[in-house]
């Protein structure tokens, strides 16, 4: 095994480590915090400085979800096959139902019968892209959503264009690092890990993935799977 290889197996190893082993101190903070919480709830100035806690331990356990969520992508058997795109953006926009009539998110589909890939890896990674679709949009704008979904001459295509807030050029290789976050978390809560995970999930079938971006003028992913 080389160099390359032994390094990613010691990184698998302390992702699922941190991510597994930090579930009990946090479940014993909690618990604690709740029984403090209730033993000062009539003192006012003590009560800001526990709510204070509370947000940043659902902070750590925001993050922990997601690392775990890492941890189980990069652990995963990926057993690539052609499947229908239609069922998995009907699973995709059926999970993201709730979040799809709240915003008003008008989502429109083209796609071909057939894509390659992990059906469980792509429908990750497809909920994924059009959750932050969904999220990452100026206060009070209906988001419009365009997906083309498409396989031939040896890969299979995904983009995802909308209408959100995109991002200056310059962070669009920046935005696929662990926990890199372009807003303030009051502003769009996250983890920051999930184009990460989406990233992983690209590079486990050999592919790539690109994502196209103006500030205030919306993002456009480009996903291409080689089909092997």
Known sequence: MDKTKILEEEYKKLVYAVSHDLQSPLRV???????????????????????????????????LKGLIDYSRTIHSNINPQFFSIADILAVAKYELNDKIQKSGAEINISTSDTFFGDRDLIKKLVI???????????PGQQPVIHVEASSGDGQSILTI???GIGFSPEWKDR?????????????????????????????????????????GAGC????????S
């Open 161 to 163: 264009r909308d209408n």
């Open 29 to 63: 903070l909690d618990g604690h915090l709740h029984m403090l919480d209730a033993k000062i709830k009539d003192n006012e100035q003590l009560s800001i400085h526990t709510e204070a806690m509370s947000d940043s331990l659902l902070q750590m356990k925001a993050y």
């Open 175 to 215: 935005v696929f690092e662990l926990f890199q976050k372009l807003n303030k978390a009051t502003d769009y809560p996250g983890n920051g890990l999930g184009l990460a995970i989406c990233q992983k999930v690209v590079e486990m079938h050999g592919g790539t993935i690109e994502v196209e971006a103006q500030e």
């Open 128 to 138: 994924q892209l059009l959750d932050n679709a969904i999220k990452f949009q100026p």
């Open 220 to 227: 456009l992913v480009r996903v291409v799977i080689p089909v």
